[in-house]
């Protein structure tokens, strides 16, 4: 069966810091990975979704990127992390288009 | 107009009752539609696909109407356990991309 791994749980960084966020999936060949956010008490932000290796869709321009350095990887960084960066950021995959979406636990962000 | 969008609620409902939650979507070309559950700090989870012709799952009953562009979630028999956050999610553009609405919040009342 398919599992999806994310870490770290929770993360407390200070402003300006990097970021380096990793999701793997495992049980599965060229997943759809997306990389989403939810602030406190908010909606799911789309941030990136990714068809392949090193094919990369940005939705929302800020100061995150993502990368997809093998089939099964996912990763989100930041060079210098805002205050509004903030949340809980969530990595999901499935398995072609129009299935659905299965998430990792989840990274809980808090810059400082 | 946003992608998609729900009402937040919060709805609050007795032990039993049958509460029901609508969710439209913008983009006509959506082909995929979803409800999850998404408990406090905790990841979403996949409660269902909605399909054209309806389709149920025990107490749950998800309705697809394309030509109001709108997917609906019904809950029969209200649980204590059902309280949580109601998510429902579209594809589009490309259909790779999926987009939540931002979620509508059910409490279930003893």
């Known amino acids: 069966s398919q599992t999806i791994h994310q870490w770290p749980a929770t993360l407390v960084q200070p402003v300006g810091s990097p970021l380096s966020l990793e999701c793997t999936v495992e049980g599965t060949s060229n997943p759809n990975l997306y990389w989403y956010r939810q602030a406190a008490g908010r909606g799911l932000q789309l941030l990136f979704y990714s068809v392949g290796i090193g094919q990369i869709s940005s939705e929302v321009p800020q100061n995150l990127s993502a990368s997809r350095p093998q089939d099964r990887q996912f990763i989100l960084s930041s060079k210098k992390l805002l205050l509004s960066d903030s949340g809980f950021y969530l990595c999901?995959?499935?398995?072609?288009?129009?299935?659905?979406?299965?998430f990792g636990n989840g990274t809980r962000l808090t810059v400082t | 107009r946003k992608e998609v969008e729900q009402d937040p609620g919060p709805f609050n409902v007795p032990e039993g009752a049958t509460v029901a939650f609508n969710c439209t979507y913008s983009?006509?070309?959506?082909?995929?539609f979803f409800w999850y559950r998404q408990d406090c700090r905790k990841e979403p989870k996949l409660l269902m696909s909605?399909?054209?012709s309806g389709n149920e799952d025990g107490r749950f009953t998800a309705q697809l109407n394309r030509a109001s562009q709108y997917i609906s979630l019904l809950i029969r028999d209200s649980k204590l356990s059902d309280s949580a956050t109601y998510l429902c999610?579209?594809?589009?553009?490309?259909?790779?991309?999926?987009?939540f609405g931002t979620g509508t919040k059910l409490q279930v009342i003893p």
């Open positions: 983009n006509s070309a959506s082909q995929s």
């Open positions: 999610a579209v594809n589009g553009g490309g259909y790779q991309k999926v987009t």
């Open positions: 909605v399909y054209s």
């Open positions: 999901a995959w499935s398995s072609y288009s129009n299935s659905p979406l299965h």
